[in-house]
T-cell receptor, first 114, second 118 residues
Framework: DAGVIQSPRHEVTEMGQEVTLRCKPI?????LFWYRQTMMRGLELLIY????????DSGMPEDRFSAKMPNASFSTLKIQPSEPRDSAVYFC????????????FGSGTQLSVL | GENVEQHPSTLSVQEGDSAVIKCTYS??????FPWYKQELGKRPQLIID?????GEKKDQRIAVTLNKTAKHFSLHITETQPEDSAVYFC?????????????????FGQGTILTVHP
């Protein structure tokens, strides 16, 4: 298996632009998580899905952030409009709930909002 | 919500020495405690995990201990090597409950930068 696949690896955009991050979880995993990593706040959970259904979005910082999971093999995290303080590494991760539950991370998207 | 404190923030050791990183958590409902290693510019990678029904787990040079009463857990790396140099994160998660909650809902510590000098 190729692991969790994220795209793009790097994104540079200007303030006010829409940003869409993409994720393909490990095949067979039924839980998907979006985490954000910054120097100031560390690794923090934004939202997670179980069987394509959003379970907990309490970590989503503002209404500018939204996430979808239209099917078991694809998820997006959208920021509209983007702001410089959104600059961070965004990680997608997946696990198989009710099995060993181990969480595996993708390579991340380095987002820079100028 | 859960709060995880991790110490020290930086740790420097000589090759061959042992390294210990400690974490405390606040939520008594937490019962899954993984440790991740993150190299510069890379993804966090799971290196070991422990659930609350055991007090210790070992995998070659890495071991984790858990004290649920005191709400703390520790990572022990023996015979350190330069390739062990990385940032290490502890994390805690509550038991999955009704409605599809998951062990993947992790609260992370702030990380420890481990440097192993040859």
């Amino acid at each position: 298996d190729a692991g969790v696949i994220q795209s793009p690896r790097h994104e540079v955009t200007e303030m006010g632009q829409e940003v869409t991050l993409r994720c393909k979880p490990i095949s067979g995993h039924n839980s998907l998580f979006w985490y954000r990593q910054t120097m100031m706040r560390g690794l923090e959970l934004l939202i997670y899905f179980n069987n394509n259904v959003p379970i907990d979005d309490s970590g989503m910082p503002e209404d500018r952030f939204s996430a979808k999971m239209p099917n078991a093999s694809f998820s997006t995290l959208k920021i509209q409009p983007s702001e410089p303080r959104d600059s961070a590494v965004y990680f997608c991760a997946s696990s198989f709930q009710r099995q060993d539950e181990k969480l595996f991370f993708g390579s991340g998207t380095q987002l820079s909002v100028l | 919500g859960e709060n995880v404190e991790q110490h020290p923030s930086t740790l420097s050791v000589q090759e061959g020495d042992s390294a210990v990183i400690k974490c405390t958590y606040s939520d008594s409902a937490s019962n899954y405690f993984p440790w991740y290693k993150q190299e510069l510019g890379k993804r966090p990678q799971l290196i070991i995990d422990i659930r609350s029904n055991v007090g210790e787990k070992k995998d070659q040079r890495i071991a984790v201990t858990l004290n649920k009463t005191a709400k703390h857990f520790s990572l022990h790396i023996t015979e350190t090597q330069p390739e062990d140099s990385a940032v290490y994160f502890c994390a805690a998660s509550p038991s999955p409950g009704a409605g599809g909650t998951s062990y993947g809902k992790l609260t992370f510590g702030q990380g420890t930068i481990l440097t192993v000098h040859p």
